[in-house]
């Protein structure tokens, strides 16, 4: 089960070690709290999660723009829970949004104890589809900056994950190579499948217990990692 041959680990950020929609929902109250206290921030979290994954994975294939994403998302939502608002309000929200976001720094359960334990025995990266102003909030407000040597986003590579191009742009940035080389993620398709084809190996961040194919590596809480490095 362990992986000798592996120096490199490169880690997702949202949802597989920072608790994106934990951190989301405390933002959201303290924003509604403030201006739109009608809101019912559960019931908008409800419906505001699957409507940002679907608009980050149009995102990830170039099918909308930053900025649709970050307008879409609200709209939508707030479209589902029959609120009515102004396009006005939507931005002052999503504006707040990014703001506030980073000031919540909730990780999964065991991403400090796993990075300590990794971190004598590897290099360790981040390649993140998010945008690099608010990632690097993130990490450094979370204070798990220190413990990697790289960190990718899709700006700096100009294509997103699954694009093989931002594998490809880690791995020189990490002077890495890619048969020693291992991606964690909670995506399927940006992080596995797109570590997978770009030739890394890749274990599957499974919190939800997905059904998937058994070929895949997978894990259901970051300790697990144990098992294979």
């Not at 596995?192 to 059904?211: H, Q, S």
Request: a negative charge.
């Amino acid at each position: 089960m362990k992986l000798p041959h592996i120096t490199d680990v490169f880690f997702d950020l949202d949802h597989t070690l920072w608790d994106f929609d934990k951190n989301s929902e405390l933002t959201f109250e303290e924003i509604f709290n403030r201006n739109h206290p009608k809101i019912e921030t559960k019931e908008f979290i409800e419906k505001y999660i699957p409507i940002n994954q679907e608009c980050w994975r149009l995102y990830q294939y170039d099918k909308i723009t930053h900025e649709e994403l970050r307008y879409n998302r609200l709209k939508n939502s707030f479209d589902a829970i029959n609120y009515s608002i102004s396009d006005q309000e939507i931005d002052k929200i999503s504006e707040d949004y990014i703001q506030f976001l980073p000031d919540n720094n909730h990780l999964f359960d065991g991403t400090i104890e796993v990075l300590d334990y990794l971190k004598s025995k590897y290099n360790l990266h981040i390649i993140t589809n998010g945008f690099a102003e608010v990632q690097f909030k993130k990490m450094n407000n979370s204070k798990i900056t220190p413990y990697f040597l790289t960190v990718t986003n899709s700006e700096m590579a100009g294509v997103k994950k699954p694009n093989p191009i931002i594998f490809d742009y880690a791995l020189d940035l990490a002077k890495a190579k890619k048969e020693n080389s291992i991606m964690i993620g909670d995506s399927l398709e940006a992080d596995v499948k797109g570590a997978l084809d770009a030739g890394l190996d890749a274990i599957f961040f499974n919190e939800n217990n997905t059904i998937i194919e058994n070929h895949i590596k997978q894990i259901n809480h970051l300790l697990e990692l144990k098992k294979y490095l």
